[in-house]
Protein backbone atom coordinates (compact mmCIF):
# COMPACT_ATOMS: atom_id res chain seq x y z
CA UNK A 1 0.00 0.00 0.00
CA UNK A 2 1.61 3.51 -1.16
CA UNK A 3 2.04 6.16 1.78
CA UNK A 4 1.10 9.68 0.86
CA UNK A 5 3.23 12.48 2.61
CA UNK A 6 2.70 15.88 2.57
CA UNK A 7 4.80 18.39 3.84
CA UNK A 8 4.00 22.00 2.14
CA UNK A 9 3.40 24.51 5.11
CA UNK A 10 -0.11 23.70 5.04
CA UNK A 11 -0.30 20.17 4.30
CA UNK A 12 2.21 18.83 7.10
CA UNK A 13 1.34 15.40 7.28
CA UNK A 14 1.28 11.41 6.62
CA UNK A 15 -1.56 10.35 5.45
CA UNK A 16 -1.31 6.78 6.63
CA UNK A 17 -1.06 8.67 10.15
CA UNK A 18 -4.41 10.36 9.86
CA UNK A 19 -6.06 7.36 9.02
CA UNK A 20 -4.28 4.97 11.43
CA UNK A 21 -5.78 7.50 14.96
CA UNK A 22 -9.03 8.10 12.77
CA UNK A 23 -9.74 4.19 12.91
CA UNK A 24 -9.50 4.81 17.08
CA UNK A 25 -12.18 8.10 17.10
CA UNK A 26 -15.06 5.71 17.85
CA UNK A 27 -13.99 4.61 20.71
CA UNK A 28 -11.52 7.70 21.54
CA UNK A 29 -14.03 8.89 24.63
CA UNK A 30 -13.87 5.05 26.35
CA UNK A 31 -11.69 5.69 29.30
CA UNK A 32 -10.99 1.35 28.44
CA UNK A 33 -10.37 1.47 25.31
CA UNK A 34 -7.31 2.13 23.24
CA UNK A 35 -7.15 5.62 24.03
CA UNK A 36 -7.03 4.24 27.98
CA UNK A 37 -3.68 5.66 28.41
CA UNK A 38 -4.26 8.93 27.02
CA UNK A 39 -7.05 9.54 29.49
CA UNK A 40 -4.73 8.16 32.34
CA UNK A 41 -2.05 11.33 31.00
CA UNK A 42 -4.70 14.22 30.37
CA UNK A 43 -5.38 15.04 34.14
CA UNK A 44 -0.96 15.52 34.14
CA UNK A 45 -0.94 17.34 31.06
CA UNK A 46 -3.80 19.71 31.91
CA UNK A 47 -2.38 20.10 36.05
CA UNK A 48 1.09 21.01 34.17
CA UNK A 49 -0.30 23.75 31.47
CA UNK A 50 -2.49 25.29 34.64
CA UNK A 51 0.54 25.76 36.60
CA UNK A 52 1.89 27.94 34.25
CA UNK A 53 -0.86 30.11 32.39
CA UNK A 54 -4.26 30.91 33.62
CA UNK A 55 -6.83 29.20 32.11
CA UNK A 56 -9.61 31.40 33.12
CA UNK A 57 -10.83 33.36 30.26
CA UNK A 58 -7.78 32.69 27.57
CA UNK A 59 -7.66 32.00 24.69
CA UNK A 60 -6.13 28.64 23.65
CA UNK A 61 -5.33 26.65 20.84
CA UNK A 62 -5.39 22.92 21.17
CA UNK A 63 -2.83 21.50 18.06
CA UNK A 64 -3.77 17.81 17.08
CA UNK A 65 -6.76 17.94 19.96
CA UNK A 66 -8.12 14.01 19.03
CA UNK A 67 -11.25 13.02 19.46
CA UNK A 68 -11.03 16.26 22.13
CA UNK A 69 -9.74 15.26 25.74
CA UNK A 70 -7.19 17.86 26.59
CA UNK A 71 -9.62 20.69 24.68
CA UNK A 72 -12.54 19.66 26.76
CA UNK A 73 -10.97 19.51 29.75
CA UNK A 74 -9.37 22.94 29.14
CA UNK A 75 -12.97 24.67 28.22
CA UNK A 76 -13.90 23.58 31.45
CA UNK A 77 -11.31 25.31 33.53
CA UNK A 78 -13.05 28.54 31.69
CA UNK A 79 -10.58 28.82 28.60
CA UNK A 80 -11.90 29.85 24.94
CA UNK A 81 -10.84 26.87 23.21
CA UNK A 82 -10.12 26.39 19.08
CA UNK A 83 -9.02 22.89 18.48
CA UNK A 84 -7.24 21.12 15.15
CA UNK A 85 -6.86 18.12 13.73
CA UNK A 86 -6.49 16.66 10.21
CA UNK A 87 -8.52 13.72 10.92
CA UNK A 88 -12.21 13.91 9.66
CA UNK A 89 -13.19 11.08 11.83
CA UNK A 90 -11.78 12.60 14.87
CA UNK A 91 -12.97 16.26 14.56
CA UNK A 92 -16.67 14.62 13.74
CA UNK A 93 -16.62 12.20 17.45
CA UNK A 94 -14.70 15.82 18.91
CA UNK A 95 -17.84 17.80 18.32
CA UNK A 96 -20.54 15.05 18.86
CA UNK A 97 -18.99 14.66 22.75
CA UNK A 98 -19.00 18.61 22.50
CA UNK A 99 -22.95 18.52 22.07
CA UNK A 100 -23.49 15.63 24.62
CA UNK A 101 -21.12 17.35 27.14
CA UNK A 102 -22.44 21.20 26.76
CA UNK A 103 -18.76 21.67 26.99
CA UNK A 104 -18.45 24.40 24.10
CA UNK A 105 -14.80 24.24 21.84
CA UNK A 106 -14.25 25.33 18.37
CA UNK A 107 -12.97 22.42 16.44
CA UNK A 108 -11.93 22.80 13.11
CA UNK A 109 -10.22 20.55 10.33
CA UNK A 110 -7.62 22.54 9.76
CA UNK A 111 -3.68 22.49 9.77
CA UNK A 112 -1.70 25.07 12.00
CA UNK A 113 0.09 26.25 9.74
CA UNK A 114 -3.14 27.50 7.44
CA UNK A 115 -4.73 28.99 10.78
CA UNK A 116 -1.35 30.97 11.49
CA UNK A 117 -2.24 32.75 7.98
CA UNK A 118 -5.82 33.64 9.63
CA UNK A 119 -4.95 34.15 13.83
CA UNK A 120 -1.20 35.55 14.02
CA UNK A 121 -0.88 36.61 17.48
CA UNK A 122 -4.73 35.71 18.94
CA UNK A 123 -3.83 32.88 21.14
CA UNK A 124 -2.78 33.36 25.32
CA UNK A 125 -1.45 30.06 25.70
CA UNK A 126 -1.08 26.48 22.83
CA UNK A 127 -1.12 23.32 23.61
CA UNK A 128 0.28 20.15 21.02
CA UNK A 129 0.57 17.11 23.33
CA UNK A 130 1.34 13.83 21.65
CA UNK A 131 1.68 15.09 18.15
CA UNK A 132 4.87 16.38 16.59
CA UNK A 133 6.13 12.60 17.10
CA UNK A 134 3.78 12.04 13.97
CA UNK A 135 4.33 14.69 11.41
CA UNK A 136 6.87 14.87 8.63
CA UNK A 137 8.43 18.04 9.63
CA UNK A 138 7.95 19.06 13.77
CA UNK A 139 9.76 22.47 12.84
CA UNK A 140 6.33 24.02 11.19
CA UNK A 141 3.98 22.99 13.47
CA UNK A 142 6.26 24.97 16.21
CA UNK A 143 7.00 28.08 13.55
CA UNK A 144 3.25 28.06 13.25
CA UNK A 145 2.61 28.35 17.05
CA UNK A 146 5.21 30.61 17.29
CA UNK A 147 3.05 32.68 15.04
CA UNK A 148 -0.04 32.16 16.19
CA UNK A 149 0.96 33.42 20.19
CA UNK A 150 0.42 36.63 21.58
CA UNK A 151 4.14 38.50 22.95
CA UNK A 152 4.18 37.02 26.29
CA UNK A 153 2.07 33.81 24.91
CA UNK A 154 3.12 30.25 26.09
CA UNK A 155 3.61 26.87 23.92
CA UNK A 156 3.34 23.82 25.45
CA UNK A 157 4.44 20.40 24.16
CA UNK A 158 4.61 17.05 24.90
CA UNK A 159 6.21 14.00 22.72
CA UNK A 160 8.52 11.25 23.63
CA UNK A 161 12.22 10.87 23.96
CA UNK A 162 14.77 9.12 21.45
CA UNK A 163 16.39 6.80 24.08
CA UNK A 164 16.36 3.16 24.73
CA UNK A 165 14.05 3.42 27.46
CA UNK A 166 11.89 5.19 25.54
CA UNK A 167 12.09 2.54 22.96
CA UNK A 168 11.96 -0.37 25.19
CA UNK A 169 8.81 1.09 27.52
CA UNK A 170 6.99 3.26 24.71
CA UNK A 171 7.05 0.71 22.08
CA UNK A 172 8.13 -3.02 23.48
CA UNK A 173 6.34 -2.78 26.98
CA UNK A 174 3.45 -0.43 25.83
CA UNK A 175 2.16 -1.97 22.16
CA UNK A 176 3.77 -5.31 22.21
CA UNK A 177 4.02 -6.70 25.51
CA UNK A 178 1.13 -4.69 27.40
CA UNK A 179 -0.40 -4.00 24.28
CA UNK A 180 -1.41 -0.32 26.19
CA UNK A 181 -1.39 1.01 22.55
CA UNK A 182 -2.15 -0.22 18.94
CA UNK A 183 0.84 -2.07 17.38
CA UNK A 184 2.43 0.36 15.07
CA UNK A 185 1.16 3.22 16.52
CA UNK A 186 4.82 5.07 17.38
CA UNK A 187 7.52 4.63 14.96
CA UNK A 188 11.23 4.90 16.85
CA UNK A 189 12.98 7.33 14.44
CA UNK A 190 10.53 9.79 15.23
CA UNK A 191 11.39 10.38 18.60
CA UNK A 192 12.77 13.55 18.96
CA UNK A 193 14.93 14.31 21.80
CA UNK A 194 14.85 17.90 23.99
CA UNK A 195 17.82 19.41 22.27
CA UNK A 196 16.20 18.96 19.37
CA UNK A 197 12.75 20.23 20.28
CA UNK A 198 15.21 23.08 21.99
CA UNK A 199 16.83 24.18 18.53
CA UNK A 200 13.26 24.22 16.87
CA UNK A 201 11.77 26.36 19.74
CA UNK A 202 14.89 28.67 19.56
CA UNK A 203 14.77 28.86 15.75
CA UNK A 204 11.49 30.10 16.29
CA UNK A 205 12.14 32.78 18.53
CA UNK A 206 11.05 30.98 21.56
CA UNK A 207 12.34 30.95 24.96
CA UNK A 208 12.68 27.21 26.51
CA UNK A 209 11.23 27.48 30.60
CA UNK A 210 10.78 24.05 31.46
CA UNK A 211 11.35 20.07 30.66
CA UNK A 212 9.55 17.57 32.65
CA UNK A 213 9.05 13.69 32.36
CA UNK A 214 5.45 12.32 32.39
CA UNK A 215 5.41 9.19 33.88
CA UNK A 216 2.66 6.91 33.31
CA UNK A 217 1.88 4.31 35.54
CA UNK A 218 -0.23 1.48 34.22
CA UNK A 219 -0.91 -0.68 37.69
CA UNK A 220 -2.41 2.89 38.75
CA UNK A 221 -3.93 3.88 35.84
CA UNK A 222 -2.28 7.34 36.10
CA UNK A 223 0.10 9.61 35.04
CA UNK A 224 2.23 12.15 37.12
CA UNK A 225 4.60 14.87 36.16
CA UNK A 226 8.41 13.42 37.08
CA UNK A 227 11.57 14.95 36.44
CA UNK A 228 13.58 12.13 34.06
CA UNK A 229 12.68 12.96 30.94
CA UNK A 230 13.74 9.69 29.27
CA UNK A 231 10.98 8.72 28.17
CA UNK A 232 7.83 11.37 27.78
CA UNK A 233 8.58 14.83 28.71
CA UNK A 234 6.57 17.64 29.00
CA UNK A 235 8.10 21.36 27.32
CA UNK A 236 7.00 24.95 28.46
CA UNK A 237 8.13 27.61 26.05
CA UNK A 238 7.15 31.46 26.21
CA UNK A 239 7.01 34.18 23.46
CA UNK A 240 8.85 37.09 24.29
CA UNK A 241 6.65 40.47 25.46
CA UNK A 242 6.90 42.80 22.50
CA UNK A 243 9.44 45.40 23.26
Not at 18 to 36: C, I, N, S, T, V
Not at 88 to 96: M, N, Q
Not at 118 to 138: R, S
Amino acid sequence: MSVTTQTSTDSNYTQSELDKFGALAQRWWDPEGPQKALHALNPARLGYVAARTPLRGARVLDVGCGAGLLSEAMAREGAQVTALDLAPELVKVARLHGLESGVKVDYRLQSVESLADEMAGQFDAITCMEMLEHVPDPGSIIRACATLLRPGGKLFLSTLNRTPAAFALAIVGAEYIARLLPRGTHQYRDFIKPHELGAWLRASGLALEDVSGLMYEPWRNAARVISRTDVNYLACASKPDAA
